[in-house]
């Protein structure tokens, strides 16, 4: 028996859930390498952003990754704590604050990365296939989320 054709809205429907089913399972197995460290969401964003490794004020680092102000502040004391960040005073005027990435941070985005990729590759039995269709289409969705973002958080995200 073949499977019809899914319509197209249930298509982005099935495609959401799959994201974050995977999300979820590539977070559940957690890191081979003993150095690894573990990041929760928010830290993972914000670690994402600064990997060009240019210094950024923490309100430019709120305004890419969506985070509030008071949430960001927990989130970087956190990485601060882990040796993935410093903060530094910002070198225009001395009164603000920029963070960076440490070297350990640098390595930690490396490693982690790198075992993601083995995990989806072994899952997905190495077939890539369709490999450069997916990146191209879930890397649209993911700008298009990202440039159409709420202005402020949703009261009820996800627990």
């Given at each position: 028996?073949?499977?019809q054709p899914l319509?197209?809205?249930?298509?982005?429907?099935?495609?959401?859930?799959?994201?974050?089913?995977?999300?979820?399972?590539?977070?559940?197995?957690?890191?081979?390498?003993?150095?690894?460290?573990?990041?929760?969401?928010?830290?993972?964003?914000?670690?994402?952003?600064?990997?060009?490794?240019?210094?950024?004020?923490?309100?430019?680092?709120?305004?890419?990754?969506?985070?509030?102000?008071?949430?960001?502040?927990?989130?970087?004391?956190?990485l601060e704590n882990?040796?993935?960040?410093?903060?530094q005073a910002s070198?225009?005027?001395?009164?603000?604050?920029?963070?960076?990435?440490?070297?350990?941070?640098?390595?930690?985005?490396?490693?982690?990365?790198?075992?993601?990729?083995?995990?989806?590759?072994?899952?997905?039995?190495?077939?890539?296939?369709?490999?450069?269709?997916?990146?191209?289409?879930?890397?649209?969705?993911?700008?298009?989320?990202?440039?159409?973002?709420?202005?402020?958080?949703?009261?009820?995200?996800?627990?």
């Open positions: 028996m073949t499977k319509p197209a809205e249930d298509g982005w429907v099935e495609l959401a859930d799959l994201a974050l089913i995977i999300s979820r399972e590539i977070q559940y197995r957690g890191y081979t390498d003993k150095d690894a460290v573990g990041l929760t969401q928010s830290e993972g964003m914000v670690m994402r952003y600064l990997v060009t490794g240019e210094p950024a004020a923490p309100s430019q680092i709120a305004a890419a990754t969506g985070l509030q102000r008071t949430n960001l502040s927990t989130t970087l004391r956190g882990k040796g993935l960040i410093r903060r070198p225009s005027d001395g009164r603000g604050v920029t963070v960076s990435r440490t070297e350990r941070g640098r390595v930690n985005h490396v490693a982690v990365r790198h075992e993601w990729a083995r995990a989806v590759s072994e899952a997905a039995a190495h077939d890539d296939t369709h490999l450069e269709a997916a990146l191209t289409l879930l890397t649209a969705i993911k700008d298009g989320l990202t440039q159409n973002r709420p202005p402020t958080p949703s009261r009820h995200p996800p627990a």
